[in-house]
C-alpha cells in the first residue's frame, strides 16, 4: 500500500481545520548561523563568526506549528513565564494564527530555551537554559483546567513529552479521564524516563533509541525492533506504536487494525541536513491525519513523507501541503 498524489490531496483536504489538542511543554529554539574558519588560541575549539541569528518555536510548540502548517487547528496548552523568551515565544504563535488563550503563565518557571550553533550548516554545539523540577500544584491546576477546555473542542489530543514539568501523573490522570469521557485518541512523544505515565495511551511515537530505552531491550535490526514493540505494547496497554527509525523510515505496530507483524515504511528523505524537530513533524501530521479520520496505515504514510521533507531543511522546521503534494508528484514523475 502506498498514497498517491490524489490520495494525499484528499487527505490533506480532510485535514483541513480539523482541531488537535497539544499538551506539553514548550521551548524557544534560538539558531545561531555563522561561518567557521579557524581555531581558537584560548582553547582547542572552533570559532564560529555569528552572521544571522533566528528563532523559532520549539517542543509542544514546534507540534502546535507543524500542525497549523498542514492546515489543521492546534489548540496548545503548556506553560511558560512572561520573561522576554516567554514574551517572544508568545509573539511567534500569534505570528503564525496560533492561540495562547490555554496557555499557562508560571513565574516560578523560566521560558525553557535551547540555542543550537550552526557552523557551515552544521550544529556544533546546543545550551539548554532549563528547570526541570516539578511545577507548584496552582500551574498543575490551571494545566488541567486548560486540558478541559480544549478537549471539549479537539477530535485528537498529542501528548509531546520532553521532560521538563507539565507532563506528570496528575495531568495525564486527567487526560485519560477526559479522553476516555470523549472518546478522544491520545498520541505520545515519549520521554523513557516517564514511561509508567503512558499506560494506556492508544498510540506512541518514539525513535528506535527510546524504544530501547523504554523496554530494555536491543533494538538494531528489525527482528529486534519486533520484538521490543510488541513487548511495549503489552507493558503499556497500547493500541499501536509508530517507530521512527531514521534512515529506515518508520515501523507501524497496529494489531487491532489486523497488522500482527509491524508495518515497515520506507524513509521518503532525499537529503538529510538536520533531524531536530522531525519527531514533532511525524506526530502533529499523523494525529491532524487521524483527527480527520484516517486510517492509522495512510496516516502513518503522510507523516512519513512530510518527515522527509523537514529533515532536509536547517533547523526545526515544518512541512507545508503544497511541500508533500510537490513530493508525491515528483514521485510520479520517476
Avoid at 523560566?110 to 537554559?129: E, N
Avoid at 523540577?133 to 491546576?141: D, K, L, S, Y
Amino acid at each position: 500500500m502506498k498514497l498517491d498524489h490524489a490520495q494525499a490531496e484528499d487527505l490533506l483536504r480532510r485535514m483541513h481545520g480539523c482541531r488537535v489538542a497539544v499538551l506539553g511543554d514548550l521551548m524557544l529554539d534560538e539558531y545561531l548561523f555563522g561561518e567557521v574558519n579557524r581555531i581558537s588560541p584560548e582553547a582547542p575549539v572552533p570559532i564560529v563568526r555569528v552572521n544571522r541569528e533566528r528563532a523559532v518555536l520549539g517542543g509542544a510548540a514546534n507540534v502546535a506549528a507543524n500542525l497549523k502548517a498542514v492546515g489543521a487547528e492546534p489548540l496548545l496548552v503548556g506553560a511558560l513565564q512572561n520573561d522576554p523568551a516567554g514574551i517572544k515565544l508568545r509573539g511567534l504563535l500569534a505570528a503564525q494564527g496560533i492561540g495562547a488563550d490555554a496557555l499557562v503563565l508560571e513565574p516560578s518557571r523560566p521560558t525553557v530555551i535551547k540555542t543550537r550553533v550552526i557552523g557551515q550548516q552544521q550544529q556544533m554545539l546546543r545550551i539548554d537554559r532549563e528547570d526541570t523540577g516539578e511545577f507548584p500544584q496552582p500551574a498543575v491546576t490551571a494545566l488541567c483546567a486548560s486540558l478541559e477546555q480544549v478537549l471539549g473542542r479537539a477530535s485528537a489530543l498529542v501528548v509531546s513529552d520532553y521532560a521538563k514539568g507539565v507532563v506528570n501523573s496528575e495531568v495525564i490522570a486527567r487526560v485519560r479521564e477526559l479522553c476516555a469521557a470523549r472518546g478522544i485518541p491520545w498520541i505520545v512523544d515519549p520521554k523513557p524516563s516517564h514511561l509508567e505515565l503512558y499506560r494506556g495511551a492508544t498510540l506512541m511515537t518514539p525513535n528506535t533509541r527510546e524504544l530501547s530505552e523504554l523496554t530494555g531491550l536491543p533494538t538494531k535490526g528489525d527482528p529486534e525492533m519486533a520484538a521490543a514493540g510488541q513487548a511495549l505494547l503489552e507493558v503499556l496497554g497500547l493500541q499501536g506504536l509508530l517507530v521512527t527509525r531514521s534512515e529506515k523510515g518508520m515501523a507501524l505496530f497496529a494489531p487491532g487494525n489486523g497488522h500482527r507483524e509491524p508495518w515497515v515504511i520506507p524513509t521518503e528523505a532525499r537529503e538529510v541536513f538536520d533531524v531536530s524537530g522531525a519527531g514533532d513533524t511525524v506526530i502533529a501530521v499523523f494525529s491532524a491525519a487521524l483527527a480527520s479520520g484516517a486510517d492509522w496505515q495512510s496516516a502513518a504514510m503522510i507523516a512519513n513523507a512530510a518527515a522527509g521533507i523537514v529533515v532536509g531543511k536547517v533547523g526545526t522546521a515544518t512541512a507545508t501541503p503544497a511541500e508533500i503534494l510537490d513530493h508525491y508528484r515528483d514521485q510520479e514523475a520517476v
